[in-house]
């Protein structure tokens, strides 16, 4: 059966420290994969999407970035964090009927 | 663009029934899915909605009228576990991706 993992699972980072959150995928080839924010009390807001090893779909122009070097493996990345960039951050892949399973998360907080 | 509304917030009494509305507007439409958040965890999928009717998974049901661009979540015999946030989300047609609206958050009280 297919798992998702995230890490980490919590981060405190100053503002202008760099990011690294990482998302790994098992029991899957070639996944689509996602990077999604929820803030408190909001909704999903979809980052970035990936078709394929070096394929990045960009949603939201903003100060992060992704990246997929291998098929299994997605990395959300930031050189200079934000304040607004706090959140839960959640990656997920996608079931054969575009349904979307999501990792743990990892909850940023950018002091 | 894609418009996907769902209340905020419902409260219901356990063992009662609750209907979470949700109602789009998108071009190309190839189904709804309902999602279950509570606090502080990652979302679990629910339901998937492609054809008009009703879809029926144990005490949770899910309903889409594609002519009205509606859709419902029906929760029945209530549980305190049940308390969590709803959340609707919307794919087109040939699409990658999945728009979700802000989620409907449900409280029940015994």
């Known amino acids: 059966s297919q798992t998702i993992h995230q890490w980490p699972a919590t981060l405190v980072q100053p503002v202008g420290s760099p990011l690294s959150l990482e998302c790994t995928v098992e029991?899957?080839?070639?996944?689509?994969l996602y990077w999604y924010r929820q803030a408190a009390g909001r909704g999903l807001q979809l980052l970035f999407y990936?078709?394929?090893?070096?394929?990045i779909s960009s949603e939201v122009p903003q100060n992060l970035s992704a990246s997929r070097p291998q098929d299994r493996q997605f990395i959300l990345s930031s050189k200079k964090l934000l304040l607004s960039d706090s959140g839960f951050y959640l990656c997920?892949?996608?079931?054969?009927?575009?349904?979307?399973?999501f990792g743990p998360g990892t909850r940023l907080t950018v002091t | 663009g894609q418009n996907i509304d769902q209340p905020t917030e419902m409260t219901a009494t356990e063992g009662a029934i609750v209907q979470i509305n949700c109602t789009y507007q998108t071009s190309g439409f190839n189904g709804l899915f309902w999602y279950q958040q509570h606090a502080g965890e990652a979302p679990t999928f629910l339901s998937y909605n492609v054809l008009d009717g009703l879809e029926e998974k144990g005490r949770f049901s899910s309903f889409l009228s594609r002519s009205k661009g509606y859709s419902y979540l029906l929760l029945k015999e209530l549980q305190m576990k049940d308390s969590a946030s709803y959340l609707c989300?919307?794919?087109?047609?040939?699409?990658?991706?999945?728009?979700f609206g802000g989620g409907t958050r449900v409280l029940v009280k015994p």
């Open positions: 997920a892949w996608v079931g054969l009927n575009y349904e979307q399973y």
């Open positions: 989300a919307v794919i087109k047609a040939a699409g990658n991706k999945l728009t």
């Open positions: 990936s078709v394929g090893i070096g394929q």
């Open positions: 029991g899957t080839s070639n996944p689509n």
